[in-house]
C-alpha cells in the first residue's frame, strides 16, 4: 500500500510561481512512473506531468510544457511539480499519482494506482 501526500498549493497572483510536493509513504516507489493530475470546477481531472522511475524520462501536456517542471528524489520518496509563470487557468486541485505497473499510457488516469487528496492551486488575475 503507498499513500500519497501533496503539499504546496496556495493562492498566487498570475505570473507567480508554486513549487508543489507529493510525499509517499508505505512502499517505496523509486522503481515506477509517477504523475501529476490536475482538476478544474465543472471539468475532468487531466493529465499535467509525469516521470519515470529513474527520472530521466519527463512528459508534460502541451498547455504547461515549458512552464512547468517535475521531478523526483528518489532518497527522499518525494516528487515535486515547479510551476513558473502560472495563469489562471491553472487554478485547479492538483493531485499525484503512483503508476506500479507502467504498461498504460502515461496520460492516462486510469494507469495510475495510488492517488493523494490532493492540494488546491488558486491563480488571480
Known amino acids: 500500500q503507498v499513500q500519497l501526500e501533496e503539499s504546496g498549493g496556495g493562492l498566487v497572483q498570475a505570473g507567480g510561481s508554486l513549487r508543489l510536493s507529493c510525499a509517499a509513504s508505505?512502499?517505496?516507489?523509486?522503481?515506477?512512473?509517477l504523475g501529476w493530475f490536475r482538476q478544474a470546477p465543472g471539468k475532468n481531472r487531466e493529465f499535467v506531468a509525469a516521470?519515470?522511475?529513474?527520472?530521466?524520462?519527463?512528459y508534460y501536456t502541451d498547455s504547461v510544457k515549458g512552464r512547468f517542471t517535475i521531478s523526483r528524489d528518489n532518497v527522499l520518496n518525494t516528487m515535486y511539480l515547479q510551476m513558473n509563470s502560472l495563469k489562471p487557468e491553472d487554478t485547479a486541485v492538483y493531485y499525484c499519482?503512483?503508476?506500479?505497473?507502467?504498461?498504460?499510457?502515461?496520460?492516462?488516469?486510469?494507469?495510475?494506482?495510488?492517488w493523494g487528496q490532493g492540494t488546491q492551486v488558486t491563480v488571480s488575475s
Open positions: 499519482a503512483v503508476d506500479r505497473r507502467g504498461t498504460g499510457w502515461y496520460s492516462w488516469k486510469s494507469s495510475y494506482d495510488y
Open positions: 508505505g512502499r517505496t516507489f523509486s522503481s515506477v512512473r
Open positions: 516521470i519515470s522511475g529513474s527520472g530521466v524520462n519527463t
